[in-house]
């Protein structure tokens, strides 16, 4: 039965091993190349995950990126949005040091990804920057999804210069409650097969 519960394991464990799918969105024309500091800008983007699947990974890039000079309080700040208007759209905000989706001027639903305080300074310094979302907010990712429309919202608070922005990750499938369940018990039965097997050595 342990052997039986053993090849069940492998057999569940390499259908789970089914290779992610990458994904790739960069904004149309490039437009958030130019992030000056009295504007903000809302991303939205429209995507449907097929049955079954959801966002394993997701990373925001800015391509690279440098802040022209050193002033006090800059900042980009990087949210997720439940959704916007699909491609770029964006407005003033008068450099207000603070983001100004966290004020009553944003009603929605969103969260924060990231406060980027360290940016590189100087053409001769620009260089790729990466954010990773975390699992919590992989999880938010994928409600927002839902309905086929998420957004990305970006507030610099100085004057960042880029050679794009980029949004990317993996999808997989949902493993199944069946699934695990025998995925669970085959790793019982591998637990049980190897300490026989120590058992046996030891006598």
């Known amino acids: 039965m342990r052997v039986l519960l053993a090849f069940v394991a ?3 464990l390499c259908s789970l091993a089914q290779p992610a799918e990458a994904f790739t969105f960069f904004p149309p024309g490039g437009n958030l190349q130019n992030l000056p500091h009295g504007s903000y800008f809302l991303w939205g983007i ?3 995950l097929p049955d079954g699947y959801r ?12 802040n022209w000079t050193h002033e006090a309080n800059d900042r980009i ?3 997720l949005l439940q959704g916007a208007s ?3 759209t964006g407005g003033y905000d008068g450099e207000a040091y603070g983001s100004w989706f966290n ?7 969103q969260i924060l990804l990231n406060d980027f305080n360290n940016l590189p300074e100087g053409f001769r310094n620009r260089a790729d920057v990466t954010y990773d979302f975390e699992d919590s907010e992989l999880a938010m990712l994928n409600e927002y999804l839902v309905d086929g429309n998420m957004g990305l ?3 610099p608070d100085c004057h960042f210069y880029n050679c794009g922005v980029e949004f990317s990750g ?7 409650p069946g699934t695990l369940l025998l995925l669970g018990l085959g790793l019982v039965g591998i637990g049980g097969v190897s300490r026989r097997w120590s058992r046996r050595d030891s006598r």
């Not at 966002?55 to 440098?66: Q, R």
């Not at 993996?170 to 199944?176: D, G, R, Y």
């Open 103 to 109: 004020t009553p001027a944003y009603p929605h639903e």
């Open 170 to 176: 993996t999808v997989a499938p949902i493993p199944e």
């Open 46 to 48: 429209n995507g449907t």
């Open 10 to 12: 492998i057999l569940v």
């Open 153 to 155: 919202g970006f507030d």
């Open 86 to 88: 699909s491609g770029v």
């Open 77 to 79: 700040w990087l949210h």
């Open 55 to 66: 966002v394993a990974s997701a990373s925001v890039t800015f391509h690279k990126i440098y």
